[in-house]
């Protein structure tokens, strides 16, 4: 992926993102949010990039150490999505916190005065 196209997606997730926590959180949770709606933002194009590399390179890849030891092992850019992953969900938890809850109406079905 080219830089311009990582600067796309980037742009089009925080789009998506502010858009979506503008509405959901109060003016001074939003300018708290910012900086991880940006981390945000990152993360998911990045994990999109690795998943196209692991979708063309593979989910292993083989490896030599010396002469007699080789094998295969999960791939470099396996780990790295999964490790970015994490951290995407975490940060998109931490956003998810500052919202608040939405409570449901308990509509009565008479069951506790029968």
Not at 42 to 60: D, Q, S, W
């Amino acid at each position: 992926m080219i830089q311009e196209e990582r600067e796309k997606l980037v742009k089009k997730e925080q789009l998506k993102l502010n858009k979506i926590f503008k509405e959901a959180l109060s003016e001074d949770d939003y300018k708290r949010a910012e900086s991880l709606l940006e981390n945000a933002s990152f993360m998911r194009a990045a994990l999109t990039e690795l998943r196209e590399e692991i979708m063309i390179r593979g989910y292993v890849e083989t490896y030599k150490n010396g002469n007699n030891q080789e094998g295969t092992k999960d791939s470099s850019y396996l780990r790295s999505y999964n490790n970015l992953l994490k951290s995407y969900n975490s940060t998109l938890k931490i956003l998810l916190s500052m919202a608040p809850v939405a409570k449901a109406e308990v509509k009565d079905d008479g069951f506790d005065s029968f």
